[in-house]
């Protein structure tokens, strides 16, 4: 079993970041697990944000978000972050971090690939 837990979420100004992170805990090593972000707006479907794979050596992006955001994991401190730089009003949702062990998935970009999943933090990003 894995727990997640976000963090860093908060209201801002277009143009402006956030830093979010998630941390596991539980029995499977954190660093044996791939890591993704979802993002989840009023309205609208849960959507892939960014993976990394459980070696850091793999990392994925959604096209509405490259250049603008970073994904990096820390497996001593078993964090991932999540690092959004120019943030747009459309940005505003309920970003949850997701885990799974499955190695041979590299950076997975559905929902159905993530076993684990926290409970979400709000950034909301004002014009």
């Known amino acids: 079993q894995v727990q997640l837990v976000e963090s860093g979420g908060g209201a801002v100004q277009a143009g402006t970041s956030l830093r979010l992170a998630c941390a596991t805990s539980?029995?499977?090593?954190?660093?044996?697990?791939?890591v993704g972000w979802f993002r989840q707006a009023p309205g609208k479907e849960r959507e892939f944000v960014a993976a990394i794979r459980w070696t850091g050596s793999d990392i994925d992006y959604a096209d509405s978000v490259t250049g603008r955001f970073t994904i990096s994991r820390d497996n001593a401190k078993k964090t991932v972050g999540l690092q959004m730089n120019s943030l747009k009003p459309e940005d505003t949702a309920v970003y949850y971090c997701a885990a799974d062990p499955r190695a041979y998935l590299k950076t997975p970009r559905f929902i159905h690939e993530y076993r684990y999943w926290g409970q979400g933090t709000q950034v909301t990003v004002s014009s």
């Open positions: 539980g029995r499977t090593a954190s660093s044996g697990l791939n």
